[in-house]
């Protein structure tokens, strides 16, 4: 079964760090794009961070650059490192690979992520 599981998502504190992981099943991400999305109540959902496997190129929105860090295995699990967490960042974080053909797109079902001011 093809799928993607997020973990590490809690409640800290204003300040604080969490690591968020997305492993993979049934597929590697080779020639994948991965990236996190985050969804906070009453807004639509947008991108955090992405990261190319295959040049190892990474993105990161203007509101997470500098304190979140994109990494991946380049086999099936990717990490998002979240440091100085502030309540703008509470949300559920969902984690996506996108194949570079646009051909295969999967989601996970997202990890609550809650800070505390």
């Known amino acids: 079964e093809v799928q993607l599981v997020e973990s590490g998502g809690g409640l800290v504190q204003a300040g604080g760090s969490l690591r968020l992981s997305c492993v993979a099943s049934?597929?590697?991400?080779?020639?994948?794009?991965v990236a996190w999305f985050r969804q906070a109540p009453g807004k639509e959902r947008e991108g955090v961070s992405y990261?190319?496997?295959?040049?190892?190129?990474t993105y990161y929105a203007d509101s997470v650059k500098g304190r979140f860090i994109i990494s991946s295995n380049a086999r099936n699990t990717a990490d998002l490192q979240m440091d100085s967490l502030t309540p703008e960042d509470t949300a559920v974080y969902f984690c996506?690979?996108?194949?570079?053909?646009?051909?295969?797109?999967?989601w996970g079902r997202g990890t609550q992520v809650t800070v505390s001011s």
């Open positions: 996506n690979a996108a194949h570079r053909s646009g051909g295969t797109n999967y």
């Open positions: 990261i190319s496997d295959n040049e190892g190129t």
């Open positions: 049934g597929f590697t991400f080779d020639d994948y794009c």
